[in-house]
T-cell receptor, first 112, second 113 residues
Framework: AQSVTQLGSHVSVSEGALVLLRCNYS??????LFWYVQYPNQGLQLLLK??????LVKGINGFEAEFKKSETSFHLTKPSAHMSDAAEYFC??????????FGTGTSLTVIP | EAGVTQFPSHSVIEKGQTVTLRCDPI?????LYWYRRVMGKEIKFLLH????????ESGMPNNRFLAERTGGTYSTLKVQPAELEDSGVYFC???????????FGQGTRLTVV
């Protein structure tokens, strides 16, 4: 069975500080892993995805995530937070590239 | 290229009424998915179309929910009769190929009162 756990439903960081959003997954086969972002009043937008190539994945807007099989983690990071990063972030896993299993989401607040 | 479009963006209905949500996928995308997010919970899979056929409907909550995809183009999700617990945001997504990136619509916020 597949599942995703996102630690911290709300995360606050100061502008310019490191952003770290945590995601742990369970999967019985090597998974596809994704991070999506939802800005207010918008749909889900793909930030980045891991599909068994390089374990460090770079996405849009300066975000990146590292796949760590031993820790079953896929944490999302950004070195320096910007006000425009305030949004809700979702981690998702897919075993065969079809349906996604999402975490409960993490709402990121950036403090000026 | 137009994205995934969902109608309406918001809907407020009374318990027992019927509501139909519509999703227009990106042109050429054979795969269409419906998801739902109940407030505070995770986004959950409802079903998956490949063209006009239901590939997987294991996530449909009960028989009050009916999804169709006419001619493999747009899709509708009907809830009849609606119950209070059906409230949430319904997302539609489409992808060109199995395993390729899924593009999501902005969602329909359904409130049943």
């Amino acid at each position: 069975a597949q599942s995703v756990t996102q630690l911290g439903s709300h995360v606050s960081v100061s502008e310019g500080a490191l952003v770290l959003l945590r995601c742990n997954y369970s999967s019985s086969v090597p998974p596809y892993l994704f991070w999506y972002v939802q800005y207010p009043n918008q749909g889900l937008q793909l930030l980045l995805k891991y599909t068994s190539a390089a374990t460090l994945v770079k996405g849009i807007n300066g975000f990146e995530a590292e796949f760590k099989k031993s820790e079953t983690s896929f944490h999302l990071t950004k070195p320096s937070a910007h006000m425009s990063d305030a949004a809700e972030y979702f981690c998702a896993v897919s075993e065969f590239g079809n349906q996604f299993y999402f975490g409960t989401g993490t709402s990121l607040t950036v403090i000026p | 290229e137009a994205g995934v479009t969902q109608f309406p963006s918001h809907s407020v209905i009374e318990k027992g009424q019927t509501v139909t949500l519509r999703c227009d996928p990106i042109s050429g995308h054979d795969n269409l998915y419906w998801y739902r997010r109940v407030m505070g919970k995770e986004i959950k899979f409802l079903l998956h179309f490949v063209k006009e056929s239901k590939q997987d409907e294991s996530g449909m909550p009960n028989n009050r929910f009916l999804a169709e995809r006419t001619g493999g183009t747009y899709s509708t999700l009907k809830v009849q009769p609606a119950e209070l617990e059906d409230s949430g945001v319904y997302f539609c997504a489409s992808s060109r190929d199995y395993g390729s990136e899924a593009f999501f619509g902005q969602g329909t916020r359904l409130t049943v009162v």
